[in-house]
C-alpha cells in the first residue's frame, strides 16, 4: 500500500533535500546542450596516472584531469553488486540503490520508475543508448523500453567484422567511430549513453593493438589489464576528436563514469605488489573507486574535487547541470555540487565512507589514515551504519514493493 512510501518520502525530505540548488557550481551549464555520458567498462581509479615500464596507462584521461573545462572526482565509488554493469545504469538512471542479490534489471525490469531517461524525454530530449553487444544481455533491451530511452543501438546496428572485433566483440575504438552517424542523425538536445566493451575481463587484446607492456605479477588478469585500460584510453581520446569532426562537440557536455572494478580481491596479492601496500579491507574499499568526470567544453574553473560521492548521485547531478528542476524527484542521493549533500556513500554490502571514516569488514577506519580506529572509538562509525542499513532497506523496499506505483510524482 501507499503507507511505506510516505515513510520513506518524509526520510529522503530529511536527509537529502532535492530542491533545485541554483547557487550551487555549474547550476544549469549545460541546459540545451548534448549529454553524452559514457560507461567505461571496468575502469578503476588507480587507472590514473600509472605507469608500466615508463609508459602511461592513461594518457588522454590524466591530461583531461588536470584540464581546467573538466571536473574530476577522485573520490567516487562504484556501488554495484551481482549486476555488474546493469547495476551501475540501475543506480545511475533511477538514484536507487541495486539490489544485494541478483540483476534488477532483470527482476524486476517491469516496474514503475521515474527514471533519468523518461524525464528527459518530458524536457524534450531524444534519449538513446549505444552498446555493442546482444540487445538482450542484462534485459537491457525489456529495461531500456520500460524506462523510457528512444532508441537502443545494440550490436545489430554496427558492422562487425574479423579485422574490428576480438573477444567480447566489437572493439570500442570501431564502435565510436561507426556511432557518430547516428549520433548526427539525433534530434538536439540528445542524451546518449555509450558502454564500452573492450577492457572487460580477462582484459584480451591482439598483440599489435596494444601500446602498453603487460605488467608483470602472478595475475594474468592484472597484468592484462592495463593493456586494454590503455587501448580504451585511446578510443576515447578519437572519440572526442569525431565529436569535433562531426561539429557534435561545442554543443555537448561529455560525462565519464566507470562503471565497476575489473580486478577482483582474488588478485589482491598481485594488486598489493601493484600498489606497494597490503591489500586490507581499507584498501580494498579505496579501491572501489572508479573516474567519474565531467567535460564541459570552454569551461574554465574546472579542477579536481575530492568530495565523497558515488554512481547514486549522478542523476540529481546531471539534473542540476541540465537546469531541470528536481524538486518532486525520489532520489537517494544528492547533486555532487550542493552543501546539502548528504554525509556517506553507501556500497551495496553496507560498508560506507565518510569524509572521515571507512567502514567495512565491521571495522571502523580513519579514511585520512587507513587505520582502524581503536576500541572504544569504534562506535564513531555507529550511528552512520544505522543510517546505511536503513537506506538500503529502504531502497530495496521500494523495488520489491514496486512501491513507485502509490507516489505522485511533480
Ligand atoms: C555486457 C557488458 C559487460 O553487455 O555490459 O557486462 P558486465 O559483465 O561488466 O556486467
Ligand atoms: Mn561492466
Same mark, same amino acid.
Given at each position: 500500500?501507499?503507507?511505506?512510501?510516505?515513510?520513506?518520502? &518524509?526520510?529522503?525530505?530529511?536527509?537529502?533535500?532535492?530542491?533545485?540548488?541554483?547557487?550551487?557550481?555549474?547550476?544549469?551549464?549545460?541546459?540545451?546542450?548534448?549529454?553524452?555520458?559514457?560507461?567505461?567498462?571496468?575502469?578503476?581509479? @588507480?587507472?590514473?596516472?600509472?605507469?608500466?615500464?615508463?609508459?602511461?596507462?592513461?594518457?588522454?584521461?590524466?591530461?583531461?584531469?588536470?584540464?581546467?573545462?573538466?571536473?574530476?572526482?577522485?573520490?567516487?565509488?562504484? #556501488?554495484?553488486?551481482?549486476?555488474? &554493469?546493469?547495476?551501475?545504469?540501475?543506480?545511475?538512471?533511477?538514484?536507487?540503490?541495486?539490489?544485494?542479490?541478483?540483476?534488477?534489471?532483470?527482476?524486476?525490469?517491469?516496474?514503475?520508475?521515474?527514471?533519468?531517461?523518461?524525464?528527459?524525454?518530458?524536457?524534450? *530530449?531524444?534519449?538513446?543508448?549505444?552498446?555493442?553487444?546482444?540487445?538482450?544481455?542484462?534485459?537491457?533491451?525489456?529495461?531500456?523500453?520500460?524506462?523510457?530511452?528512444?532508441?537502443?543501438?545494440?550490436?545489430?546496428?554496427?558492422?562487425?567484422?574479423?579485422?574490428?572485433?576480438?573477444?567480447?566483440?566489437?572493439?570500442?575504438?570501431?564502435?565510436?567511430?561507426?556511432?557518430?552517424?547516428?549520433?548526427?542523425? #539525433?534530434?538536439?538536445?540528445?542524451?546518449?549513453?555509450?558502454?564500452?566493451?573492450?577492457?572487460? @575481463?580477462?582484459?584480451?587484446?591482439?598483440?599489435?593493438?596494444?601500446?602498453?607492456?603487460?605488467?608483470?605479477?602472478?595475475?594474468?588478469?592484472?597484468?592484462?589489464? @592495463?593493456? &586494454?585500460?590503455?587501448?580504451?584510453?585511446?578510443?576515447?581520446?578519437?572519440? @572526442?576528436?569525431?565529436?569535433?569532426?562531426?561539429?557534435?562537440?561545442?554543443?555537448?557536455?561529455?560525462?565519464?563514469?566507470?562503471?565497476? *572494478?575489473?580486478?577482483?580481491?582474488?588478485?589482491?596479492?598481485?594488486?598489493?605488489?601493484?600498489?606497494?601496500?597490503?591489500?586490507?579491507?581499507?584498501?580494498?574499499?579505496?579501491?572501489?573507486?572508479?573516474?567519474?568526470?565531467?567535460?564541459?567544453?570552454?569551461?574554465?574553473?574546472?579542477?579536481?574535487?575530492?568530495?565523497?560521492?558515488?554512481?547514486?548521485?549522478?542523476?540529481?547531478?546531471?539534473?542540476?547541470?541540465?537546469?531541470?528542476?528536481?524538486?518532486?524527484?525520489?532520489?537517494?542521493?544528492?547533486?555532487?555540487?550542493?552543501?546539502?549533500?548528504?554525509?556517506?556513500?553507501?556500497?551495496?554490502?553496507?560498508?560506507?565512507?565518510?569524509?572521515?571514516?571507512?567502514? &567495512?569488514?565491521?571495522?571502523?577506519?580513519?579514511?585520512?589514515?587507513?587505520?582502524?580506529?581503536?576500541?572504544?572509538?569504534?562506535?564513531?562509525?555507529?550511528?552512520?551504519?544505522?543510517?546505511?542499513?536503513?537506506?538500503?532497506? *529502504?531502497?530495496?523496499?521500494?523495488?520489491?514493493?514496486?512501491?513507485?506505483?502509490?507516489?505522485?510524482?511533480?
Amino acid at each position: 500500500d501507499g503507507s511505506e512510501i510516505s515513510e520513506i518520502e &518524509t526520510y529522503l525530505q530529511e536527509k537529502s533535500p532535492d530542491e533545485a540548488d541554483k547557487d550551487a557550481e555549474l547550476y544549469g551549464i549545460a541546459e540545451d546542450k548534448n549529454v553524452i555520458f559514457v560507461s567505461v567498462e571496468s575502469f578503476q581509479h @588507480f587507472l590514473y596516472d600509472s605507469e608500466i615500464n615508463g609508459v602511461e596507462t592513461t594518457p588522454f584521461l590524466n591530461e583531461l584531469k588536470e584540464s581546467s573545462d573538466t571536473v574530476t572526482f577522485e573520490n567516487f565509488y562504484h #556501488q554495484t553488486a551481482q549486476g555488474k &554493469t546493469s547495476d551501475s545504469e540501475f543506480i545511475v538512471e533511477n538514484s536507487l540503490y541495486p539490489l544485494g542479490r541478483g540483476a534488477v534489471y532483470f527482476t524486476h525490469a517491469g516496474n514503475e520508475y521515474h527514471a533519468l531517461p523518461e524525464i528527459l524525454n518530458n524536457e524534450g *530530449y531524444e534519449t538513446s543508448v549505444f552498446h555493442a553487444n546482444n540487445g538482450s544481455f542484462w534485459n537491457r533491451d525489456v529495461m531500456y523500453d520500460n524506462i523510457g530511452y528512444d532508441e537502443f543501438h545494440d550490436e545489430q546496428s554496427f558492422e562487425v567484422t574479423p579485422e574490428n572485433s576480438f573477444g567480447w566483440g566489437l572493439e570500442d575504438k570501431a564502435f565510436f567511430e561507426q556511432s557518430i552517424d547516428y549520433l548526427k542523425d #539525433q534530434e538536439q538536445p540528445f542524451y546518449s549513453k555509450f558502454i564500452t566493451l573492450t577492457h572487460h @575481463f580477462p582484459f584480451e587484446l591482439p598483440e599489435e593493438k596494444a601500446h602498453i607492456d603487460k605488467y608483470d605479477s602472478n595475475s594474468n588478469t592484472l597484468n592484462a589489464y @592495463f593493456q &586494454t585500460a590503455k587501448y580504451t584510453d585511446e578510443a576515447l581520446e578519437q572519440f @572526442f576528436q569525431q565529436l569535433k569532426d562531426a561539429d557534435l562537440y561545442e554543443d555537448s557536455i561529455i560525462v565519464m563514469m566507470g562503471d565497476h *572494478y575489473g580486478i577482483s580481491d582474488f588478485h589482491n596479492k598481485a594488486m598489493s605488489q601493484f600498489l606497494g601496500e597490503e591489500v586490507d579491507p581499507f584498501v580494498q574499499t579505496q579501491l572501489q573507486r572508479v573516474p567519474f568526470m565531467i567535460h564541459i567544453p570552454g569551461y574554465e574553473n574546472g579542477g579536481v574535487e575530492d568530495k565523497v560521492v558515488g554512481q547514486i548521485d549522478v542523476k540529481p547531478t546531471l539534473l542540476h547541470l541540465l537546469g531541470v528542476d528536481s524538486g518532486g524527484d525520489m532520489t537517494f542521493g544528492d547533486n555532487m555540487f550542493s552543501e546539502k549533500k548528504k554525509d556517506f556513500i553507501a556500497l551495496r554490502d553496507g560498508s560506507f565512507v565518510t569524509e572521515e571514516y571507512v567502514y &567495512t569488514s565491521e571495522t571502523c577506519y580513519d579514511r585520512k589514515t587507513g587505520e582502524p580506529l581503536e576500541e572504544g572509538l569504534m562506535e564513531a562509525c555507529e550511528p552512520v551504519k544505522q543510517e546505511v542499513d536503513q537506506e538500503l532497506n *529502504y531502497s530495496d523496499n521500494i523495488i520489491y514493493g514496486d512501491l513507485f506505483r502509490f507516489y505522485d510524482f511533480k
